[in-house]
T-cell receptor
Framework: KQEVTQIPAALSVPEGENLVLNCSFT??????LQWFRQDPGKGLTSLLLIQSSQREQTSGRLNASLDKSSGRSTLYIAASQPGDSATYLC???????????FGTGTRLKVLA | EADIYQTPRYLVIGTGKKITLECSQTMGHDKMYWYQQDPGMELHLIHYSYGVNSTEKGDLSSESTVSRIRTEHFPLTLESARPSHTSQYLC??????????????FGQGTRLTVV
């Protein structure tokens, strides 16, 4: 059974810092991994999607990497801003199941 | 911008009432999902659908039911609401593309409170 874990559970950093969020999964047979942002009480906004054949994807200040063999992904946020404060979730789409399994999330707070 | 809509956004209802949470998408996606999320907690899959007339139970047991009569519409129904059903319900859809893989899009969610 696929399990997805995110570390740290919560993170508080001063504005301007570069930071790394971690996601690990137990079953490497995935089609793709997707990073989302969730603001309090809202739905999920897709940030980046990495297909299983890819190593990384970039969008603006965000860079996501994938090491499928070791079951790990990282989300790198450069020059963090208070507007980046949110919960960040990773989800894996596992082969043969048609399901997205979500991690536990990292609650990020960027202090002005 | 994802074209997936949930209504209502907020609902406060009394115990024992029947409710239907609506979810619609205009992207023509075959696969749709319902997730349940308690405040500050992780998402749990409660129902999903591969396409019209297909529905499956998710990993978390739920007293709700779903239907998929049309591709764009995936409503969730609770026959008799209870306080334990208080939660946020998130709907999503996805489709495979050769250049993007299988990307999921989410609605804004329905926050349900049963009193």
């Amino acid at each position: 059974k696929q399990e997805v874990t995110q570390i740290p559970a919560a993170l508080s950093v001063p504005e301007g810092e570069n930071l790394v969020l971690n996601c690990s999964f137990t079953d490497s047979a995935i089609y793709n991994l997707q990073w989302f942002r969730q603001d309090p009480g809202k739905g999920l906004t897709s940030l980046l999607l990495i297909q299983s054949s890819q190593r990384e994807q970039t969008s603006g200040r965000l860079n996501a990497s994938l090491d499928k063999s070791s079951g790990r992904s990282t989300l790198y946020i450069a020059a963090s801003q208070p507007g980046d404060s949110a919960t960040y979730l990773c989800a894996v789409y596992t082969s043969g199941t048609y399901k997205y399994i979500f991690g536990t999330g990292t609650r990020l707070k960027v202090l002005a | 911008e994802a074209d997936i809509y949930q209504t209502p956004r907020y609902l406060v209802i009394g115990t024992g009432k029947k409710i239907t949470l609506e979810c619609s998408q205009t992207m023509g996606h075959d696969k749709m999902y319902w997730y349940q999320q308690d405040p500050g907690m992780e998402l749990h899959l409660i129902h999903y659908s591969y396409g019209v007339n297909s529905t499956e139970k998710g990993d978390l047991s739920s007293e709700s039911t779903v239907s998929r009569i049309r591709t764009e519409h995936f409503p969730l129904t609770l026959e008799s609401a209870r306080p334990s059903h208080t939660s946020q319900y998130l709907c999503a859809s996805s489709e495979f593309s050769s250049d993007r893989g299988t990307e999921a899009f989410f609605g804004q969610g329905t926050r349900l409170t049963v009193v």
